[in-house]
């Protein structure tokens, strides 16, 4: 699915670091519980500071009528005392693809970023993002494709709330297409001018955007994909369902192969025919018909039957020059080793539960926000035309999915313990992990070569 297909750590979309693709099995303690979420109850902003040692509190999102002008609360915490405040040796490190932001923003380390390299992204961007003062402004130049741009936005007023008072000021442009817009090869070069800084959702090798969480964290309402936190319970879930030696021996796609990518289209030529069997069983979806449908056919839960999943960290890879004979090897081979085969879907599962869960997505944006703001060599402003965002003026407005989805995500107030320990920029570990990736895709492509001639010599004996 979509979510999972820009997120590979391993293919560095959400660049080397994420994609879907991310899971969240929070254990929340409400030792205050006030109203609910609708009311138009005040809190206590004194309720708030005297508690010592700090405590898990909810503050309700703050209504009003909904046929009037809703507006930003002036009581919610501008800064929150945490459990771990001034004792890193608390606090947990970071996953070690944290480390990939150091790179995303290599760029810009020997430079800073200047507001003419930041306003040379405007022509790609959708909308700039401002935070002064702990608060979010929105400036729209250009509405995205279905409601991206609102989640992403939404995701970042709920960071705000997670952390209030410990994101600097800032500005920002933010791409909410798919593709990256900005290539390595258009700033190499003594006369190359340093690349303008634009946030995406997805990077490559060849692309200097700086990759973020996509929208889907916080819901996909359009093809009803639930929040994070609910779909990892229920992949889990139905990942238990069937054992893995009962699942179907095949490799297993479903999505829209119409979306843009020529990859995607040459994908559909490895299904099942008369003529071959790949070994791969390739469902290409109508999001308009599996709308009709009620998305009976889309529910990512009831779809770990198959053996083998889109690739995580963990992952068999496949040529992009050669796909449907690298799936049929890929398939072979793990029916042959199935012990090996099911230990990396352990490991890829693992991973996901454990290392990106949406305690370390809000980390890894917060450490991601900092490390850029600590470049800009400008004063942010808010400029005319934006907007102040928050909780109620999104959430109070919203309807049906939307309205559910953002109620389900909304953060329901200050985290009481600070955010993970950033490992440091090693270049010896990330060019570790780069030959690491190298040398077992070579290994991989190897065996493959060596399977296919022999099958080769076996025909013409």
């Known amino acids: 699915m979509d979510r999972f297909s820009c997120k590979s750590v391993q293919s560095r979309n959400w660049k080397n670091g994420l994609a879907a693709a991310l899971l969240l099995i929070a254990i929340v303690s409400l030792v205050v519980y006030i109203s609910s979420f609708w009311t138009g109850a005040t809190f206590e902003l004194s309720a708030i500071i005297s508690q010592h040692p700090p405590q898990e509190i909810i503050i309700p999102l703050n209504c009003s009528s909904k046929d009037q002008t809703q507006t930003c609360p002036s009581n919610y915490p501008k800064n929150f005392q945490t459990k771990n405040r001034g004792i890193p040796s608390s606090q947990p490190t970071c996953p070690e693809y944290f480390r990939w932001i150091h790179e995303d923003l290599r760029p810009w380390k020997s430079t800073g970023i200047s507001r003419e390299m930041m306003e040379r992204a405007h022509p790609t961007a959708h909308f700039r993002l401002i935070i002064v003062d702990g608060k979010a402004y929105i400036q729209q130049f250009r509405k995205s494709y279905q409601t991206r741009d609102v989640y992403t936005i939404w995701g970042i007023v709920q960071l705000l709330r997670r952390y209030p008072g410990k994101l600097p000021d800032l500005e920002l442009m933010f791409d909410c297409d798919d593709s990256p817009a900005i290539r390595s090869s258009d700033h ?65 796609w479903k999505g829209n192969a119409f979306s843009g990518s020529k990859s995607r289209i040459d994908l559909l030529t490895c299904n099942v025919s008369d003529q071959m069997d790949w070994n791969a069983r390739i469902y290409n979806l109508d999001w308009s018909h599996e709308s009709s449908q009620g998305f009976k056919h889309s529910d990512l839960a009831s779809q770990c039957t198959h053996r083998y999943l889109q690739p995580m960290k963990h992952y068999w890879p496949i040529r992009e020059d050669n796909k449907c004979k690298s799936i049929k090897f890929a398939v072979d081979w793990g029916n042959f080793n199935r012990q090996k085969a099911q230990e990396i879907g352990k490991a890829a599962s693992k991973f996901i539960q454990e290392e990106l869960k949406m305690d370390y997505i809000y980390d890894y944006m917060f450490h991601l926000l900092n490390e850029y703001a600590k470049l800009l060599k400008f004063k942010p402003k808010v400029p005319d035309g934006a907007v102040e965002v928050c909780s109620e003026t999104m959430a109070c407005r919203a309807n049906g999915l939307q309205e559910k989805f953002m109620m ?25 992990f780069d030959r690491g990736k190298f040398d077992a895709m070579k290994q991989v492509h190897n065996l493959e070569d060596k399977y296919w001639e022999s099958l080769n010599i076996l025909r013409h004996n």
């Open 188 to 252: 190499r070069g003594p006369k190359s001018r340093t690349p303008p800084p634009l946030f995406a959702y997805c990077g490559s090798e060849s692309t200097m955007d700086i990759a973020f969480p996509d929208w889907s964290f916080w819901g996909w309402e359009e093809i009803n994909i639930k929040p994070w936190d609910s779909l990892l319970r229920e992949i889990k879930a139905g990942n238990n369902q069937t054992k893995w030696i009962d699942r179907v021996p095949y490799a297993y």
């Open 408 to 432: 389900e995500t909304s953060v329901k107030g200050p985290s009481i313990t600070n955010p993970c320990t950033m490992p440091p920029y090693d270049t010896n570990v990330l060019a570790s």
